[in-house]
């Protein structure tokens, strides 16, 4: 557990080391935020109460977006690249021999990353938005807390599918293509284009119960006081089911990957 | 070996000339621009599979912009008083002009990692153009999947739109995406000149390029006064398509300006390219090598 936790903390001084790719992330999330919040009101002002959400729960959805996009690797986030890099070359030979166990290992890895994007690239644009807009912010400290236990479990949803991802350069030399599958997938089904309430009829149901759902419909939801009581409790299990989900099918990948390691000699 | 000694002399040979060639130190960069994507073509295209897929993900991806547009007009008929067709053009315009930018010049945004590393230096000792090199670099094939997605909803836009088409007005289209591509590349060359001082800020570059076509895509009436006006006489990216739109969709102006802007765009794109080239000289003068 100690050794996984290193790993978390290793994580995040990693990318904490990159100051000036954080300024210069948080001015382009802030550009977009503003951009995102003017066809938003255009869009209420025609619709008021839309998605059944009023104008400043909209703008608040707008700027939690561009909060969480790296936190959750809306549009992927690094260890996946490296990972498959890692498996093209054999490196990833090494990664088995240590006395952990591969998945966790990214996992901590990963999660320490998400923590540092939500520090570092989260809250400077939300109060800037909050500053230039009418957001509605929870008042309750206790909604601050479900919100970020959903957060959490939304890394781990992003997490898990972005791992079997990588996985798969065990079979594809290239994991390009992908890979850009998957962010296209995760950026369209997690809300971040629109809510997913106003996505219409069907489409609208199958995208609610994707997992990627979890990277920011759920956790905005959470955010605005969508869920109470046993509501959030549901969310929540919709959440850490898929992750449980998703995080067996790639320890399922990883035994079946680990075999063909060996049989390569790679 | 052979091609290297002739590439040498013939740029020693243009240096020696004097600065009246200016020509013929154009001609050379296009030449050298030229044989790079060449180069990187063939490559592309010794994986053809990976192309098809990487091209068809540019397409999908630049096409959520406006599949984002269609929903938002699944519960609405028109935003900021524009119809879905009005956006389709401003829509198609934009994203036809960023798309031939990304295109040629896409590859520019890597230049601060090219500092960082080192390799801008094996670039410099290079008897070619700094500014083509770093341009051609990577070049991209699959970019194409952006500026056929760009054409494909200008073209619907121009099919369902009921314009009164006047000479003026059926020159300003292509006018638009020629001029617009050349504000939009001036600002990748200008972008990747910030990184010669700020080495991890590509970001930024995002925000003007990919948040400028984003905020082009919708109709000018949605924004802040201020913000339009930022865009208009700051960074004049209003003239890619928000300004010479009002004119061939006969629109009046938000900020209450004359139609004879929409003559403009020629003149503002040449004016951002000689700025660029001014940044990017800049630029590459204050760069002292990391000496990794």
């Not at chain 1, 939500?118 to 809250?123: A, D, P, T």
């Not at chain 2, 082009?216 to 960074?235: C, E, H, M, N, W």
């Amino acid at each position: 557990m100690r050794l996984y936790a290193i790993v978390a903390a290793g994580g995040f001084r990693r990318h904490a080391t990159y100051r000036v790719a954080t300024a210069a992330g948080v001015f382009t999330n802030t550009v977009f935020g503003f951009i995102m919040a003017y066809t938003y009101i255009a869009l209420w002002d025609e619709r008021p109460q839309l998605g059944g959400y009023d104008l400043s729960q909209a703008l608040t959805y707008v700027w939690l977006g561009q909060a969480l996009l790296m936190t959750c690797a809306m549009m992927g986030g690094g260890f996946e690249d490296e990972l498959v890099e890692r498996i093209r070359t054999g490196d990833v030979a090494v990664d088995l021999y240590r006395p952990a166990d591969l998945q966790l290992w990214w996992l901590a890895g990963d999660l320490g990353r998400a923590a540092f994007h939500l520090i570092g690239r989260g809250i400077v644009p939300m109060a800037v938005g909050a500053l230039a807009f009418d957001l509605a912010m929870p008042a309750s400290p206790l909604t601050w807390l479900a919100f970020l236990v959903s957060v959490a479990l939304g890394v781990v949803v992003s997490f898990a599918v972005r791992f079997l991802v990588a996985l798969s350069a065990f079979w594809l030399m290239d994991g390009a293509g992908v890979i850009q599958m998957a962010w296209l997938a995760a950026l369209f089904f997690s809300g971040m284009l629109l809510p997913l309430n106003l996505f219409p009829g069907v489409l609208g149901e199958v995208a609610r119960a994707l997992p990627w759902s979890s990277l920011l419909q759920v956790p905005a939801d959470v955010f605005l006081g969508t869920y109470s009581g046993t509501g959030l409790l549901s969310a929540y299990a919709f959440q850490a089911g898929w992750a449980a989900a998703l995080l067996a099918a790639g320890r399922l990948l990883q035994a079946v990957a680990t075999r063909r390691v060996v049989v390569q000699g790679g | 070996m052979a091609d290297t000694r002739t590439a040498e002399a013939g740029a020693a040979g243009t240096r020696a000339d004097g600065p009246g060639t200016a020509g013929a130190r154009l001609g050379e960069a296009l030449r050298a621009y030229g044989l790079i994507v060449a180069m990187w073509i063939r490559s592309t295209m010794a994986y053809r599979a990976s192309f098809a897929m990487t091209a068809f993900g540019n397409f999908v991806a630049t096409g959520f912009d406006f599949v984002t547009v269609l929903l938002m007009f699944s519960h609405v008929d028109a935003l900021g008083g524009w119809s879905l067709p009005e956006i389709a053009f401003l829509y198609g315009t934009t994203s036809t002009a960023f798309g031939l930018a990304d295109l040629v010049l896409g590859s520019m945004d890597r230049l601060g990692r090219r500092v960082r590393d080192g390799t801008l230096d094996t670039l410099l000792v290079r008897p070619v153009p700094v500014l083509a090199q770093v341009a051609a670099d990577r070049f991209a094939l699959r970019r194409l999947g952006r500026v056929t997605q760009g054409l494909l909803v200008l073209g619907y836009a121009l099919l369902t739109l009921d314009i009164d088409w006047t000479a003026g007005r059926v020159a300003a289209v292509p006018m638009m995406l020629l001029c617009g591509g050349a504000i939009f590349g001036s600002v990748f060359v200008a972008g990747a000149a910030f990184q010669f001082f700020a080495l991890d800020a590509a970001e930024v570059q995002s925000a003007f390029t990919y948040g400028g076509n984003t905020l082009l895509q919708y109709p000018p009436s949605i924004f802040a006064k201020d913000l339009v006006r930022g865009v208009t006489f700051v960074v004049p990216l209003a003239f890619v398509n928000w300004v010479p739109s009002l004119y061939v969709l006969d629109r009046e102006s938000p900020l209450g300006l004359p139609d004879w802007l929409a003559l403009l765009p020629p003149l503002v794109a040449a004016l951002c390219m000689g700025l660029a080239g001014l940044a990017w000289r800049t630029g590459l003068r204050a760069y002292r090598s990391t000496g990794n």
